[in-house]
Nanobody, 128 residues
Framework: QVQLVESGGGSVQAGGSLRLSCTASGYSYSSACMAWFRQAPGKGREGVAGIEDDGSTSYADSVKGRFTISKDNAANTLYLHMNGLKPEDSGMYYC??????????????????????WGQGTQVTVSS
């Protein structure tokens, strides 16, 4: 059974940094499309960043230059390094996985439909 588990969320002040991690059991990151999504209260799930099986990355415009997605295939771990955090970055962050072919993740509506495996989420709260 495939299971994704996120960790690393927390509460920080604006301008701070966090690193989210997502580990997997029953899933090989080296041959998967992986992504981070987030959901704020009362809003839909939004794509934040994606990384394809070949290592290509994509980002929502709102996080470009501040967030970095990466993966360690040997450790089957996905990361999201978040710098320069803003209050509007607050929300529940989810990692997601899907077999190739991979789609770009850039924050457009409907991107979550491309992923069929999800973690339970980790909360990020940024205070001003």
């Amino acid at each position: 059974q495939v299971q994704l588990v996120e960790s690393g969320g927390g509460s920080v002040q604006a301008g701070g940094s966090l690193r989210l991690s997502c580990t997997a059991s029953g899933y090989s990151y080296s041959s998967a499309c992986m992504a981070w999504f987030r959901q704020a209260p009362g809003k839909g799930r939004e794509g934040v960043a994606g990384i394809e099986d070949d290592g290509s990355t994509s980002y929502a415009d709102s996080v470009k230059g501040r967030f970095t997605i990466s993966k360690d295939n040997a450790a089957n771990t996905l990361y999201l390094h978040m710098n320069g955090l803003k209050p509007e970055d607050s929300g529940m962050y989810y990692c997601a996985a899907d077999p190739p072919p991979c789609q770009v993740v850039s924050g457009y509506e409907g991107e979550e439909d491309e992923f069929n495996t999800w973690g339970q989420g980790t909360q990020v709260t940024v205070s001003s």
